[in-house]
Nanobody, 113 residues
Framework: QVQLVESGGGLVQPGESLRLSCAASGINFRFFDMAWYRQTPDNERDLVAY???????TYADSVKSRFTISRDNAKNTVYLQMNSLKPEDTAVYYC???????WGQGTQVTVSS
């Protein structure tokens, strides 16, 4: 059974940084592409960043140059480094095993002064 556990969310001020982590179990992690999504109460769950098994990355236009996705296959973990945070980045952030319906429980990120 696949389990994804996100952590690292919190309340920060605009311009600050956070690093989210997503620890995976129940899968052979190194063979799966991974992604981060985010969702606000009034919107759908949107793709934020994607990383392939080979390390290729893709980002939503709204986060390019501010967010960085990475993975550590030895730790079965995918990360999302978020810099220069803005109030519009406020959302619940989820990780996902790409191409599956395996999602984490989400971690809240709130950017507010």
């Amino acid at each position: 059974q696949v389990q994804l556990v996100e952590s690292g969310g919190g309340l920060v001020q605009p311009g600050e940084s956070l690093r989210l982590s997503c620890a995976a179990s129940g899968i052979n992690f190194r063979f799966f592409d991974m992604a981060w999504y985010r969702q606000t109460p009034d919107n759908e769950r949107d793709l934020v960043a994607y990383i392939s098994v080979g390390g290729s990355t893709t980002y939503a236009d709204s986060v390019k140059s501010r967010f960085t996705i990475s993975r550590d296959n030895a730790k079965n973990t995918v990360y999302l480094q978020m810099n220069s945070l803005k109030p519009e980045d406020t959302a619940v952030y989820y990780c996902r095993v790409w191409g599956t319906q395996s999602w984490g429980q989400g971690t809240q990120v709130t950017v507010s002064s």
